[in-house]
């Protein structure tokens, strides 16, 4: 996968605010696919998909403790684009008009 598909395929995963509030969950703590329906009130096989996007884009990781699957942020950077994300869309930007 070239860097424009790559690109491409993270603004698609960005896309979606179940995988938003996903990404912002993980960026507090790794979490099991149960704590991630649990706390996004979605169907479990709906998350997985949305679990299988956010891996598909490098955005989230996926580790195997015995028969729980937990998942975190891929990497420190995935880290920083959730936090500028989350900064931006709480930043009044009419101010700057």
Same mark, same amino acid.
Do not use: D
């Given at each position: 996968m070239d860097s424009n598909d790559r690109l491409s395929a993270i603004g698609r995963a960005l896309g979606c605010t179940v995988r938003l509030a996903v990404l912002q969950?993980?960026?507090e %703590? @790794?979490?099991?696919v149960g704590e991630l329906t649990d706390r996004m009130g979605v169907t479990q096989p709906n998350m997985s998909n949305h679990l299988?996007?956010?891996r598909s884009a490098g955005l989230v990781s996926?580790?195997?403790f015995g028969r729980i699957v937990r998942y975190r942020l891929a990497? %420190? @950077?995935?880290?920083d684009l959730v936090s500028?994300?989350?900064?931006?869309?709480?930043t009044d930007l009419q101010k700057g008009q």
């Open positions: 969950t993980l960026a %703590a @790794e979490a099991s299988a996007v956010l996926a580790h195997r990497s %420190a @950077e995935v880290a500028s994300l989350t900064l931006l869309a709480n």
